[in-house]
């Protein structure tokens, strides 16, 4: 069946490093979103790519759609303490309308101050 | 700003119980989920309403019902509540077009003694 896989599981990273995320799926996506979950929270939307090869920006975050339409990634430069959290990547389920979303299992970002 | 509001932030039960969590979102979204959450599995979809009375099952259906009355209001039941569904029960919502993000309430943690 369908899969969205994500790496990696967790990463630990010192304040001021970068961090990357990588999302891979096993079909093309029409579209994919990412979520941030902090600690004790709940997922928040943060950005949707639609284009091949799309490239958008958030401040210190990065977010590519690769021009095959099946993986993604989150870049984090500079990584600050509030960046801690697990982010989500997300593509539609099959090929129809119904906004379902399939999930990938997250990667776990910790920061160290 | 969207709301959606599960009713417990916390439930205790028993094992053999009926449990109801009920989840309300105040967006007029069509489309309804419920997902579980547990460490290293990311987001599983349980349950998927796309508008009053229709439900679709999800990945994980078993040993859970649904019931969406009212468009703003989905309710995940537990029918015997079981050990193994001790776990984190997230709800969200979207409008019912393509490519929507989808908003999370901030989820129940139900433990099953």
């Known amino acids: 069946g369908q899969q969205v896989m994500q790496i990696p599981q967790y990463q630990h990273v010192q304040e001021g490093e970068d961090f990357t995320t990588y999302c891979n799926s096993s079909t093309t996506l029409s579209n994919i979103q990412w979520y941030k979950q902090r600690p004790g929270g709940h997922p928040v939307f943060l950005i949707q790519l639609v284009k091949s090869g799309e490239v958008k920006k958030q401040k210190r975050l990065t977010f590519q759609f690769g021009e095959a339409k099946k993986n993604s990634s989150l870049h984090i430069t500079a990584t600050q303490t509030t960046d801690v959290g697990t982010y989500f990547c997300?593509?539609?389920?099959?090929?129809?309308?119904?906004?379902?979303?399939?999930f990938g299992q997250g990667t776990t970002l910790q920061v160290k101050p | 700003d969207v709301k959606v509001t599960q009713s417990s932030r916390y439930l205790v039960k028993r094992t053999g119980e009926k449990v109801f969590l009920e989840c309300v979102q105040d967006?007029?979204?069509?489309?309804m989920f419920w997902y579980r959450q547990d460490p290293g599995l990311g987001l599983r979809l349980i349950y998927f309403s796309y508008d009053v009375k229709m439900k679709e099952k999800g990945d994980i259906p078993e040993g859970y019902s649904v019931s969406r009355e009212k468009k703003e209001r989905f309710s995940l039941i537990l029918e015997s509540a079981s050990t193994n569904q001790t776990s984190m029960y997230l709800c969200a919502s979207s409008f019912g077009t393509r490519n929507q993000p989808q908003h999370f309430g901030d989820g129940t943690r139900l433990s099953i003694l």
């Open positions: 997300a593509g539609p389920r099959g090929s129809g309308n119904t906004g379902k979303l399939i």
């Open positions: 967006m007029d979204h069509e489309n």
